[in-house]
């Protein structure tokens, strides 16, 4: 115990840590009739893509309603 506080910005990673970016729809509450992940896996570095068939919880505050990832229709919201 030293009594300094460990933030999550303190913490050191090796020079395997993967990063994530989370694609969004332009169309609100729109169908989602496919997803084509082939030209993002095409991509030099791309390890993965996830996608709502590959999370199939749910998640929620209060209660737990609401799809990991969208599945059949884009979010409403958006945060910009």
């Known amino acids: 115990m030293t009594g300094a506080a460990q933030f999550t910005d303190d913490t050191q990673f090796g020079s395997g840590l993967l990063y994530a970016r989370i694609v969004r729809s332009p ?3 729109a169908l989602i009739k496919r997803v084509d992940a082939s030209r993002a896996l095409a991509v ?8 709502g068939a590959d999370t199939p919880g749910f998640i929620g505050l209060y209660l737990k309603d609401r799809h990991i990832f969208c599945t059949d229709r884009c979010a409403m919201w958006a945060i910009r």
């Open 27 to 29: 169309y609100p509450h």
């Open 44 to 51: 030099p570095g791309v390890k993965a893509v996830v996608t």
